[in-house]
């Protein structure tokens, strides 16, 4: 395979600090400079930093631009000779359009010791994408070649004769089947129902992933805002999964108790704050980010007692005069 193409690489300084003689320095590669429709073409991302700061490279789960990712290698950190630290992360991609044109820039976070964060943007990659066929074929289309008589066979009087035997055949055993007295085969027992999720229990494993220590800001949000939604589909009934917030915040305000207007308020205030996050680029303080799990967790407890409550309580019946 040929040798890996080096591109220049764009450093942005981090956030609330200047840049300095060790600033982190981000070099984007790729394995070929020509690629056939589907091949597979390796992306390396590689990023040598401080040892006081980490490097948090992007997953890419839709996708880069026009290529479509095939996979992702694990982070490999190693120490350089002028004792900087060395991180590499590796891409499998495929282009299956000819026009898919230059890989487009790829961001890398660098979080110092103190939490600023550089913002590094490789440099576009051109990849020329060719196609699968062979070009001393030409573009025109190839004639049509007349069906091939194959010799033998069995004459088509026989094979119908045959064909009637066997329906003649086939329907007298289904009749003797189908009269024969048998045993009533006892049906199978219904599946259990599945189990409950346990959302409080969910919104705790988010707390205990580590995404927002490791900078993940916006997939920490997006998995809040994805367990709270379907909590509410499944538990209140509300259309959430594929909806935006402000639509959700609407049949959640027209629906009848429970939740409380407490609660209710409490959790469209919830799913706006994540798509700050989310959409926005939005960076709340690292206090309130830590204490959003705990959030989430406290307005579905108390959506399910109330919810518990309103079940167990029975309707008042009405007294004769």
Do not use: C
Not at 23 to 44: F, Q, S
Not at 218 to 237: C, G, N
Not at 238 to 244: A, E, I, M, N
Not at 299 to 304: E, I, R
């Amino acid at each position: 395979m040929a040798a890996f193409l080096v591109l220049a690489t764009l450093i942005a300084p981090a956030v609330g600090s200047t840049i300095h003689a060790d600033a982190p320095l981000l070099t984007a590669e790729v394995d070929t400079a020509k690629a056939r429709l589907g091949d597979p073409v390796t992306l390396l991302l590689r990023v040598e930093r401080p040892a006081s700061s980490r490097s948090v490279f992007p997953e890419l789960p839709q996708g880069l631009g026009s290529w479509e990712v095939r996979s992702r290698s694990e982070p490999a950190t190693t120490t350089t000779a002028a004792g900087l630290q060395m991180d590499e992360r590796r891409y499998g991609l495929a282009a299956y359009e000819l026009d898919a044109g230059e890989i487009p820039p790829v961001e890398v976070l660098v979080v110092s010791a103190a939490s600023d964060t550089a913002r590094l943007a490789s440099a576009p990659i051109p990849v020329e994408i060719v196609s699968s066929r062979n070009p001393e074929e030409g573009d025109a289309l190839r004639a049509i070649k007349p069906p091939m008589a194959i010799p033998g066979g069995i004459p088509l009087w026989l094979a119908a004769t045959l064909a009637a035997v066997l329906a003649v055949l086939a329907a007298w055993l289904v009749s003797r089947l189908l009269l024969r007295p048998g045993k009533e085969s006892p049906s199978p027992p219904p599946p259990p129902p599945p189990a409950p999720v346990d959302y409080e229990r969910e919104f705790t494993l988010i707390a205990e992933s580590g995404l927002l220590q490791r900078g993940a800001l916006k997939l920490y949000y997006t998995r809040l805002s994805e367990v709270m939604r379907r909590f509410l589909e499944d538990r209140l009934s509300v259309d959430s999964l594929d909806r935006t917030t402000s639509e959700v915040a609407a049949d959640l305000r027209r629906a009848p108790e429970p939740p409380d207007t407490g609660i209710r308020e409490g959790i469209i205030g919830f799913l706006e704050a994540a798509d700050l996050v989310k959409f926005a680029r939005g960076e709340p303080p690292l206090p309130e980010a830590s204490a959003a799990p705990e959030e989430g967790r406290r307005l579905v407890a108390g959506a399910g007692q109330q919810l518990r409550a309103r079940v167990e309580t029975p309707a008042a019946v009405p007294t004769e005069a």
